[in-house]
């Protein structure tokens, strides 16, 4: 019999998104794991950008928790594990505190977790009193750890924001607003106080920058002057959470890839992978072998290629420089050996993508059809996908980019609860062995349906 395990654990929430809960997730698990601490964090929520900084600090695997993508039992299940071998479990929510459905709120409630509030209180004074008093009790039952003032201007404004809270106790300190000269302001993050810089999806990856590592140093030596940042073993007991075993034990997937190698791309083009897809397709069977297509002259030996999403069109010159990676994709077409495309890594395939500043560039040319770059979201959201009117695959969209194309659409995505529009949702396009959308999906929610697309016989 599996009993509960017995684990420190938190999730960070804010009243809205760009409040800094990344920042102080990413610093706290930094904090804990440089004393020692054997550190597990989450991503509530679909996000690839913000687990790169978590994994970085914390130096393990970060996994997704979300109520309708990964459904009860699989959070159950990864909450349960991580319980067994952490000292501290940190769970970063998702946009504000109660936003979306379902909310951060909900999995907090779902699970019993303490919330811990991040305020960005730049702006404001007595005001702060009231916005976390409020993130308290609009749910009742909530259980509460305290508040962070975050993007402090000084100690006197420190003090006067510690004075607006009803219950000193709540008190987790302040994070001073980071200065000119300093690392972010340096690197034009455009956020008065916010060490990782942003783009247009989210935060920039920690691979990318050669002083990601100096950055969350800066940020826990930050948060270590807070009373938050001086918790010692014995303080992190308070936020001690009994996580149950799942009720049944998970399923694992049927062999439907067994023999078989998949080539996964990953650069800073192509780099938003779910851990967990990496996972279900080693669960299947298969063989996962990685490549970048900005970098090498050609894909793997291999059965089947998946592209997931990225940033293509900040490399465009380097996809239409690398001719051999691109007669290598085409020559793995033209075999029939399937190729799985999401988001920016369909987007590659386009003839030619306009860039956000009208300018054209080429692309691989696989997928008939153009891309074009906007400046504002083109599409956000959960989604789900039915393959073969068999097998349903959980996941989201966002991009910032439309595709016009003349491959035929075999299945759409929808919104949860809602039917299959033919006008509407997330196109699936099927040309040659390619499958390719703007869905980016969550592989455990249905392995069926993701080795149908890389090549196995329908079951």
Same mark, same amino acid.
């Given at each position: 019999?599996?009993?509960p ?6 999730l960070?929430a ?7 809960k ?40 970060v ?45 907090v ?50 003090d ?29 993050? $455009? %956020? /008065? ?9 989210? +935060?920039?990856? =920690?691979?990318? !920058?050669? &002083? ?19 918790m ?55 063989r ?47 075999? $029939? %050996? /399937? ?8 987007m590659? +395939?386009?003839? =030619?993508?306009? !860039?956000? &500043? ?24 959960p ?9 349903t ?23 949860s ?43």
């Amino acid at each position: 019999m599996v009993t509960p395990a017995r684990c420190p654990a938190i999730l960070i929430a804010a009243p809205a998104s760009g409040q800094g809960k990344t920042t102080v997730t990413a610093a706290l698990a930094r904090l804990h794991a440089r004393q020692g601490r054997r550190v597990r964090v989450f991503k509530c929520g679909p996000d690839f950008l913000d687990p790169h900084w978590h994994r970085l600090a914390s130096g393990a695997p970060v996994h997704q928790l979300d109520l309708w993508m990964n459904g009860a039992h699989d959070c159950a299940q990864r909450l349960h594990a991580a319980a067994q071998e952490a000292d501290l479990i940190l769970i970063e929510g998702v946009m504000g505190l109660f936003d979306g459905d379902p909310s951060a709120a909900d999995l907090v409630q779902r699970f019993g977790l303490p919330v811990l509030a991040v305020i960005d209180a730049s702006a404001m004074a007595g005001t702060f009193g009231a916005l976390a008093f409020g993130l308290q009790h609009y749910r009742p039952g909530l259980r509460w750890a305290g508040v962070l003032a975050n993007r402090v201007g000084s100690a006197r404004h420190a003090d006067m924001l510690r004075k607006g809270l009803r219950d000193d106790a709540d008190w987790m300190g302040a994070v001073m607003r980071v200065q000119p000269g300093t690392a972010a302001a340096n690197a034009g993050t $455009g %956020k /008065p106080g916010a060490l990782l810089p942003e783009r247009h999806l989210g +935060l920039i990856a =920690a691979h990318e !920058l050669p &002083d990601s590592l100096e950055r969350l140093d800066a940020a826990a030596d930050a948060l270590a002057a807070t009373p938050l940042g001086q918790m010692t073993a014995s303080d992190l007991q308070r936020w001690a959470t009994d996580f149950a075993p799942p009720v049944q034990p998970p399923a694992v997937p049927p062999p439907l890839l067994q023999g078989r190698t998949v080539a996964v791309a990953r650069d800073a083009a192509f780099c938003f992978i779910y851990e967990a897809n990496l996972h279900t397709l080693a669960q299947l069977g298969a063989r996962v072998v990685h490549f970048s297509p900005l970098h090498d002259a050609a894909v793997p030996e291999c059965d089947a290629v998946w592209l997931p999403g990225g940033y293509p069109e900040l490399h465009t010159a380097q996809i239409t420089a690398n001719t051999a990676m691109q007669a290598s994709l085409r020559a793995h077409v033209a075999a $029939g %050996k /399937p190729l799985w495309a999401e988001c920016g890594g369909m987007m590659a +395939l386009f003839d =030619a993508i306009t !860039l956000a &500043d009208g300018s054209t560039a080429p692309l691989w040319g696989l997928l008939p059809g153009h891309v074009t770059m906007h400046k504002r979201l083109a599409a956000l959201g959960p989604q789900h996908l039915t393959i073969a009117g068999r097998h349903t695959l959980r996941g989201h969209t966002f991009h910032y980019s439309t595709a016009a194309s003349t491959a035929p659409v075999v299945a759409r995505t929808a919104r949860s609860g809602e039917a299959v529009a033919a006008d509407a949702g997330e196109a699936l396009y099927h040309h040659g062995s390619i499958h390719a959308s703007y869905f980016h999906a969550w592989f455990p929610s249905s392995p069926e349906a993701v080795a149908q697309l890389l090549g196995a016989q329908a079951s």
